[in-house]
């Protein structure tokens, strides 16, 4: 940031701030941290204090909440997370790549679909090892590839994989830099992410409330509206001690302490007592993964009967109420949706579904959900997302203390509604300095991301909407089709977010798409060796953050908004670049370079991003980079903006909704009008045990075969795929547990009385199967978790015994469901679904597969460079 700043000690020691985020929308950032370089290595990171350079009273204006007696406000220093603080591992990380590196047995003079000796030989991706190479050779045998297939079969041969998560950049990218350079050269097929952490909202509950663009309920001033308001908080599905790390860092566990001493009662249901639940819970109800729908339902009928409801506020706010009713009593299928019936469904008794319908309509209460997460990622997530919505509108939506609340991300003030804020509050915004691509940018043309693998498997697919992520509900009206009219099947891959197999929907039918013949070439540039990178034909070295110089913007932490330049901490490793940097080298060699920078300089980048930032007239560019942080204060007034859905409940009619009505749609007109005849997504949402889509349930046949229902939450010590590689957290037992191997296997929670009918003891290795695929894990044997359920969180990183087949390493993705949320929804499900476990017998599997046992590994960060280079690292 801005010089060497801080103490420059006798020592050589030098501090220097830098934006630790690893997750996230990718222009923007949270949590900055400090860090600590001696000697031109990185020993320490730590908080970054905001009174560093700024009084706080002067030139802050410090936002304090004053509620029954009690004050909570913002703390001085950034809440980091601990894999933040122990970030410098993953940046000198075994697993790092260093240098561009080659698969063993791929040839681009081969003939596609050749193999052996000069064949492409695409069915060992996953398997072979790499040889190093020269930047040089890789980046011909890159730009003469990308030329041969343009000329064979057209531009849109090429898919583009620019999206998931990863370290927070702008001007150096963090994803995407070829977004800018592949129009220059001649097109290419867009892969469009999925809203991952919203897919029942998105596809559902867009249909009920509107709350564009990814159907959320509205957030704004949201934390003040719970803490002056609230008598009952429902966490549903929801751990603030966990997924807001990536994100938020710790200011929604601080909330929830204060909540607490507020006498704000909190029950949290979910199939898990979660790290959140078991400190914060004053009540735990465990529920079955993906029954939540049954027991909204349930809910509602108590309300229906006993009339415990706002039917004043449903007259003048919404519409489609009676159709929803007769379902409910049952009036349209002749089965009323009692507790009674609902507690066979989602295993939580009628007495207690009784008692909460209860004390929910007798107390203001509101529901938390975090963001999303497992709750809302399943078979069929439309429907319990629907479903909470209507509970809420029940209870009058938008009155004081009745909303959906987030708790994490965007803190006091919504997003992007905290644009409307009055001065001086100003959100900085390095979008038009950010070189790679956004969830709303657009290209045709495009293949959603859960269809990658049938599409390239199958050779064709069709789909509803799925423009972009942050396309508008009428979106999902459109009819769209692989391959486009005119365009090109998908021949060859470039991903610069290699976290597919991990983190989707059937990372098994990902791996076996990638090893198609059909593919001819994959390239894949990241600092690390994991995941898809070990797919690749070609693998080029990212640098990490601390590598290089950037801008970033603190909007995220819900404290305070933060600008600030970056400056580089460390040298790059071995011989890597940035992304942006090395599109410019390939584009350099396509001819492109001058057309693709604009002739501007990376430095003449960054001093655009403060430009450009909505900061530029509160302080200027020298004072920022002699500050080195921007501090923009709190807005006067800002405690009077609007809560949630509060202008909808005053006036409805001046105040309108995104739905066609402009009111709750408990009929949805849209679907009803697009869709009347989904038995899946139906226009009143419904229980969906199973259907066409899915058979996912105890309810079906398969489940009399896979008798546990598997829960995958946001891991607690990564963010998705990333931080696996930090060896300090390897150490704590719920991150990983050593087998007998020595090698450090991902957990696996199941009950006493889950783990005792099958001989399973706490530490043992066990096998996670279903008709998709295998997955070893190790047994915690824990009563936090409800019997019939295991839990594994997602994102571990892959290391197979045979790819597509069976993972070592924990990576639960590869056997989550192949198809989508539901027929016209091609949303991700990975969670909520079937599968059973067993012992492993470890001597059995280094029989049959001594290879993948006997290579090199590190135990405390999965394959390394020793694993894959052929004849051992150079």
């Known amino acids: 940031m801005a010089e060497d700043r801080a103490r420059n000690s006798k020592s050589g020691e030098k501090t220097l701030i830098r934006d630790i985020s690893f997750c996230g929308v990718p222009e923007n950032g949270s949590n900055a941290s400090m860090v600590d370089v001696k000697d031109g290595k990185i020993i320490r990171i730590r908080p970054m204090h905001y009174d560093w350079k700024y009084d706080p009273e002067k030139d802050m204006n410090p936002w304090k909440f004053d509620v029954r007696g009690s004050t909570f406000e913002p703390s001085m220093k950034t809440l980091i997370p601990p894999y933040s603080i122990a970030y410098k591992k993953r940046v000198y990380s075994p697993a790092r790549v260093r240098f561009p590196m080659k698969r063993v047995d791929f ?90 952490s919203w897919e029942g909202w998105w596809w559902g509950s867009k249909h009920f409330w509107g709350c564009e663009p990814v159907g959320q309920g509205k957030q704004s001033n949201l934390l003040l509206d719970v803490a002056e308001n609230c008598e009952l908080l429902l966490f549903w599905g929801c751990d603030q001690e966990t997924t807001p790390w990536g994100w938020q860092g710790q200011l929604p566990s601080r909330l929830s302490y204060w909540y607490s001493e507020l006498g704000i009662k909190q029950i949290y ?10 400190v914060h819970a004053d009540r735990w109800i465990p529920v079955l993964p993906n029954t939540d729908a049954a027991l909204y339902l349930a809910i509602t ?33 002749g089965v009323a949706k009692t507790p ?26 509101s529901v938390v959900i975090g963001n999303g997460g497992p709750g809302i990622r399943g078979p069929y997530a439309t429907e319990p997302a629907r479903l909470q919505n209507i509970c809420l509108a029940m209870q009058g939506l938008g009155k004081p203390g009745v909303n959906q609340v987030k708790m994490i991300e965007w803190g006091l003030f919504d997003f992007p509604d905290q644009y409307a804020q009055p001065k001086p509050l100003r959100v900085p915004n390095l979008r038009k300095a950010y070189t790679g691509g956004h969830p709303s940018d657009k290209n045709d043309p495009s293949l959603p991301k859960t269809l990658v693998p049938k ?50 929907n059937g990372g098994n039918d990902y791996v076996r798409a990638m090893q198609h013949p059909d593919i001819e070439f994959m390239w894949a540039q990241h600092p690390w060796l994991e995941n898809d990178a070990l797919l690749a034909d070609i693998i080029l070295p990212v640098n990490t953050k601390l590598e290089e110089d950037d801008i970033a913007a603190d909007i995220f932490s819900g404290q305070y908004n933060l ?13 890597s670049f940035s992304d942006y940097e090395i599109v410019c080298m390939l584009a350099d060699k396509l001819g492109l370079l001058e057309e693709y920078t604009g002739s501007k300089s990376i430095p003449e980048l960054i001093k655009y991003g403060w430009e450009t930032s909505r900061c530029a007239d509160l302080i200027s560019w020298e004072e920022l980079k002699d500050k080195g942080y921007f501090v923009v204060p709190t807005a006067d007034g800002w405690e009077k903006e609007p809560r949630g859905f509060q202008k909808f409940y005053e006036d409805p009619k001046n105040n309108p909704l995104t739905t066609p009505t402009g ?26 045990p199973s259907g066409i889509t899915h058979q996912e349930t105890l309810e079906t046949e398969r489940g009399k075969k896979y008798t546990l229902l598997v829960i995958s939450n946001h891991p607690r010590w990564s963010v998705h795929s990333q931080h696996e590689d930090i060896t ?38 066990v096998s996670i199967y279903n008709d998709r695929g295998t997955v070893l894990a190790a047994a915690y044997v824990t009563e936090r978790i409800m019997p019939g359920v295991i839990y594994i969180d997602h994102g571990a990183k892959w290391d197979p015994i045979v790819p597509g087949e069976i993972d070592r390493g924990g990576a639960i993705n590869t056997i989550v469901p192949r198809n989508v949320t539901s027929k016209n929804a091609v949303g991700h499900a990975v969670s909520g679904f079937l599968a059973e476990i067993e012992k492993t017998d470890l001597d059995e599997l280094k029989r049959k597969y001594p290879d993948a046992f006997n290579r090199p590994f590190n135990p405390t960060a999965g394959p390394g460079l020793d694993a894959v280079m052929a004849g051992g690292e150079e």
């Not at 600008?563 to 011989?575: A, T």
């Not at 679907?671 to 038995?679: T, V």
Request: include cysteine; charged fraction near 25%; glycine fraction near 10%.
């Open 728 to 765: 300090w957290l390897r150490e704590i037992p719920t991150c990983k547990i050593k087998g007998p191997d020595g090698y450090q296997y991902h957990p696996v929670w199941l009950h006493p009385s889950t783990a005792a009918e099958r001989g399973i003891a706490d530490g043992d290795v």
């Open 301 to 333: 009928y108590v309300w229906f009967k006993d009339g415990t409801y706002d039917k004043d506020y449903l007259k003048t706010h919404a519409v489609g109420v009676e159709t929803y009713e007769a379902y409910v009593m049952g009036e349209e299928d």
């Open 107 to 196: 040839d681009p003079g081969g003939a596609p679909g050749s193999t052996g000796p000069g064949g492409r030989n695409t069915q060992n991706r996953g398997k072979s090892k790499y040889v190093r190479i020269s930047w040089d050779e890789a980046l011909d045998i890159i730009s003469k590839e990308m030329n041969r297939l343009k000329e064979t079969y057209g531009p849109t041969c090429l898919l583009y994989q620019c999206d998931q998560h990863g370290e927070n950049k702008v001007v150096q990218a963090c994803h995407g830099a070829g977004r800018k350079l592949l129009p220059l050269w001649g097109g290419y097929t867009l892969q469009i992410r999925q809203p991952d």
């Open 663 to 688: 009111l709750l749609e408990f009929e949805s007109t849209g679907l009803k009008e697009h869709f009347p005849d989904d038995k899946e997504r139906p226009p009143v949402p419904k229980w969906i």
């Open 269 to 278: 249901v979910c199939p898990d007592l979660n790290y959140a639940a078991a």
């Open 340 to 365: 009674e019936w609902a507690a066979t469904r989602c295993g939580v008794s009628a007495r207690v579904i009784k008692a909460l319908a209860r004390e929910w309509a007798s107390k203001r209460t």
């Open 563 to 575: 600008l600030y330049p970056e400056n580089k901490c460390v040298e790059p490793l071995g011989e």
């Open 455 to 504: 599409a390239i498997l199958e050779g064709s697919c069709d789909w509803w909407g799925c423009e972009s992520e942050t396309a508008p509900r009428e979106d999902q009206f459109i009819h769209r089709f692989y391959p486009a009219e005119g365009a090109s099947k998908i021949h060859a891959v470039w991903t610069d977010s290699p976290s597919w197999i991990t983190c989707w």
